[in-house]
């Protein structure tokens, strides 16, 4: 196969590689939480947050794979230790309320951004350990595991965790401090 013929294959298309270089940013963040203020998290978050949706949502579908069960490279260890280290950071801010479409009663449910976060970086980070891996066939395995998390698993996160730090960085009186700071 010659190198153009390649590079037009879905696994090497420029969104993957758009994707991997957000995602690639957003595990390099997380894993140096712990150096950052609560309020750096955040504005990194609301910036982050909608690119990796927004490339996610893009991911071209893989038709088929070779590999049965994609490897994952997080361990329980390392997401625990994200988690806490985000806990600390958020505090109070942490948990939060929701209610999924699929709820047939409406009921409340308990949210953690820390739980959240630490889920998307799990499958982003499994994603570009993959994807680095020199074989084509693991590049495909990669790209389609982390487009059916997207539509899964960590879409939802995203949108959950970016509504939460808009609401608390835009809430009605932070909204009406900001408004005053700026001469509304």
């Not at 109070?92 to 699929?102: A, G, P, Q, R, S």
């Not at 009921?107 to 020199?134: E, H, T, W």
Request: aromatic share 14%; hydrophobic share 40%; net charge negative.
């Amino acid at each position: 196969m010659e190198q153009e013929e390649i590079l037009q294959e879905p696994v090497y298309s420029q969104q993957v590689l758009e994707f991997l270089a957000v995602a690639h940013k957003y595990c390099q963040f997380m894993e140096q939480v712990y150096r950052q203020s609560a309020e750096n998290i955040s504005d990194f978050l609301v910036q982050i947050l909608p690119l990796l949706y927004f490339r996610g949502s893009l991911l071209p579908v893989i038709n088929h794979i070779e590999i049965e069960v994609v490897e994952k490279y997080v361990t329980e260890e390392e997401w625990q230790a994200l988690f806490n280290d985000l806990r600390q950071k958020f505090l109070d801010n942490d948990e939060y309320w929701f209610v999924e479409n699929d709820n047939p009663h409406n009921d409340l449910i308990r949210g953690s951004l820390s739980d959240n976060l630490a889920d998307i970086y799990q499958d982003l980070k499994d994603f570009v350990i993959l994807y680095q891996r020199p074989f084509r066939n693991v590049k495909e395995a990669a790209v389609w595991d982390i487009r059916q998390l997207f539509r899964s698993h960590w879409g939802f996160r995203v949108v959950n965790v970016l509504k939460v730090l808009h609401y608390q960085l835009y809430g009605s009186e932070n909204y009406r401090a900001i408004n005053e700071e700026e001469g509304y």
